[in-house]
């Protein structure tokens, strides 16, 4: 079953790189602003969830490159990796959901951004330990440009929200 993450190999090689770089930027962008994000009641916790989905992206790509891994093995990995990155997303769902000034809708798609790309990686990973292995990896594949954009959202949001 390596067969099938060997077709997989330049897009983990493209998102692996492309990821790591900008978590890294947004990680600078964060630090410079540390001090107003930690003041806020749910900053720190969104801020976290971007960057806990863009290392779940880093992660199922890295994974996906151990040579000649088996596809059960590699459901599993990137599962357990979901699992840890939705602890952060509990997390960030929790502080949303408690906060008064905003109306309960706004506080829904505020949650929502970041469970797209669990969401992805959830269903790619379960189908690809299922044994449909070609249909988890597209799912898996989904999931890790949905967490790019999800990060960029996110991190946006939250470097706006500094300056109001």
């Not at 929502?112 to 597209?138: D, K, N, Q, R, Y």
């Amino acid at each position: 079953m390596a067969e099938a993450l060997e077709g997989w190999t330049d897009f983990n090689v493209a998102m692996v790189g492309a990821t790591a770089a900008l978590a890294g930027l947004i990680i600078v962008a964060m630090s410079v602003n540390m001090s107003t994000i930690m003041t806020s009641a749910t900053l720190p916790a969104r801020a976290a969830t971007a960057i806990a989905t863009l290392v779940l992206a880093i992660v199922a790509g890295a994974f996906g490159l151990i040579p000649d891994q088996g596809t059960f093995a590699y459901g599993v990995e990137v599962l357990v990796a979901t699992l840890i990155a939705g602890v952060f997303q509990a997390h960030a769902i929790n502080v949303i959901m408690k906060q008064t000034s905003n109306r309960a809708g706004y506080r829904l798609l505020q949650s929502l951004a970041g469970l797209l790309p669990l969401a992805a990686f959830l269903t790619g990973s379960v189908l690809v330990v299922a044994g449909a292995a070609w249909a988890g990896l597209v799912a898996l594949a989904f999931g890790s440009v949905l967490a790019v954009i999800s990060a960029i959202i996110i991190a946006w949001v939250v470097l706006v929200e500094v300056l109001r």
